[in-house]
């Protein structure tokens, strides 16, 4: 989300969220060892990491349940020697949030409603409003006890949003839900950022769901980041030093023609195969930075399968997805 001004310079929109150098030691064990990103308004960066990555950790420290051992934060203009007050500008859907069962929907909104100082009255407006822009608007006055998980999920966002934070944190939002409900929510996540203008931090180790609704990612393992940057930045610099600028999918059993077809190619350096799946990762000579195949190069690779009469079964003509970049960071950094 970008504005025009009247002189015609495009302004980025504000940062609304930024950390330099967090670091958190449980004991001797040091979960995260330097943390630093910027968020801005409109935009959703994702915490991703295997188990014991270090993300619920940053967003503790984040969200001020917890202390940093070292560094420093700063949420819509407030540094993180103001606990109080951070706590005032952010909204959080933490893991495995309980609710009372026998609450109403309203009821509970309500009730958090007023606890951040609204009157009764505009606690209960904030609530319906709430539960309609999160589709409970026919479950409210029913009590929490028999709603889904995904409805208690969507609860737990409106409760996120009762405040109406700068910026808003979920951690592993959507564990235990079916796919039709992770893409649900996670539509809603986004409108969140985009439609209200917030930052939203969501983390998460479900990597192909997030792909699509992840502005800026940054990928953590056993409390280092491995990475950091747009997801487009963060896919290019892995297949820059991968040197794999796409891949083909083929039949297993013709895996290794295909290879020696596709490494006769005079731009390709290697064909790499994968014999389980039957993917082909194909190196270029030249990448000058460059995140894509030239779509030149694409065609005369198919041609040449096809010349063969290779059955193409998938095609990669960018650098591969996110998922390949993390399996592939995580695994470098455990080695
Ligand atoms: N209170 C604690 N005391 C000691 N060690 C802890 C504590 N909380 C977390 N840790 C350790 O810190 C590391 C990071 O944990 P954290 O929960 O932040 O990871 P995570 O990325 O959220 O993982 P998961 O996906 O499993 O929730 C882990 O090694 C964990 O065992």
């Not at 002189?7 to 670091?23: D, F």
């Not at 969140?192 to 800026?216: F, M, N, Q, T, W």
């Not at 963060?234 to 083929?250: D, E, K, L, T």
């Not at 799946?277 to 460059?290: C, F, H, P, S």
Request: overall charge neutral; charged content about 20%.
């Amino acid at each position: 989300m970008t504005t025009e001004t009247s002189n015609g310079h495009v302004e980025e929109p504000r940062v609304i969220l930024s950390a330099e150098g967090l670091r958190k030691s449980y004991g001797t064990h040091q979960a995260l060892k330097n943390l630093s990103f910027t968020l801005r308004a409109g935009r959703v960066l994702g915490f991703l990491g295997p188990n014991g990555a270090g993300k619920t950790t940053s967003i503790r420290i984040l969200t001020t349940i917890l202390p940093p051992s070292a560094g420093r934060f700063v949420v819509d203009g407030v540094t993180s020697d103001h606990p109080e007050q951070i706590r005032r500008r952010i909204g959080v859907l933490p893991e495995g949030l309980g609710f009372p069962r026998e609450l109403t929907g309203a009821r509970y909104l309500s009730y958090y409603g007023q606890l951040f100082g609204s009157s009764s009255h505009e606690a209960r407006s904030t609530a319906e409003a709430l539960l309609q822009e999160v589709g409970l608007q026919n479950r409210g006055h029913s009590p929490i006890g028999s709603y889904s998980h995904g409805m208690r999920q969507r609860l737990g966002i409106a409760r996120a949003l009762v405040n109406d934070p700068a910026v808003l944190f979920f951690d592993e939002p959507t564990l235990g839900l079916d796919p039709r409900g992770q893409r649900e929510l996670l539509t809603m996540v986004q409108g969140i950022a985009r439609d209200r203008g917030k930052g939203v931090v969501l983390s998460s180790h479900l990597l192909a769901e997030i792909e699509g609704v992840c502005d800026d990612v940054v990928i953590m393992n056993a409390g280092e980041v491995v990475a950091r940057g747009t997801v487009a930045e963060v896919i290019g610099q892995a297949s820059h030093r991968s040197g794999i600028a796409m891949r083909v999918r083929v039949p297993v059993g013709e895996v290794p023609a295909a290879c020696g077809l596709i490494a006769t190619l005079p731009s390709v350096r290697a064909a790499t195969p994968d014999d389980s799946t039957g993917w082909i990762g194909v190196e270029l000579r030249q990448l000058d930075g460059a995140t894509a195949a030239d779509p030149r190069l694409v065609n005369a690779m198919l041609e040449s399968l096809i010349r063969a009469d290779t059955p193409i079964l998938g095609l990669d003509a960018g650098s591969g997805r996110l998922e390949d970049v993390f399996l592939q960071l995580t695994a470098e950094a455990i080695r």
